[in-house]
C-alpha cells in the first residue's frame, strides 16, 4: 500500500512539474506576443505620421501646381495680347 501511495505522489509530482513548465512556456509566450503587438503599434504610429506628411505635401504640391497654372495662363494670355 505504501508503495502505491509513493508511486502516486511520484505520478502528481511529475504532472505538477509538467504544468509548471507549461505555464512558464505560456508565460514566455505572451510576453513575446504582447512585445510583437508593442512593435506593431509604433510601426502603426510611425505610418500614420509619415502618411500625415505624405497628405501635407500633397496638398502642398497641388496648390503650387494650380499657381503655376494660373501664371502661366496669364503668361499665355499676355503673349497673346502682344
Known amino acids: 500500500m505504501a508503495s502505491?501511495?509513493?508511486?502516486?505522489v511520484a505520478e502528481r509530482s511529475t504532472a505538477t512539474q509538467e504544468m509548471s513548465r507549461n505555464i512558464a512556456q505560456a508565460a514566455t509566450g505572451t510576453q513575446d506576443v504582447s512585445s510583437s503587438i508593442g512593435t506593431v503599434a509604433r510601426a502603426a504610429a510611425e505610418t500614420s505620421a509619415a502618411s500625415a506628411e505624405v497628405l501635407t505635401s500633397a496638398s502642398d504640391l497641388s496648390a503650387q501646381a494650380e499657381r503655376l497654372?494660373?501664371?502661366?495662363?496669364?503668361f499665355l494670355t499676355n503673349i497673346k495680347a502682344a
Open 69 to 74: 497654372s494660373t501664371e502661366v495662363d496669364k
Open 4 to 8: 502505491k501511495i509513493a508511486v502516486s
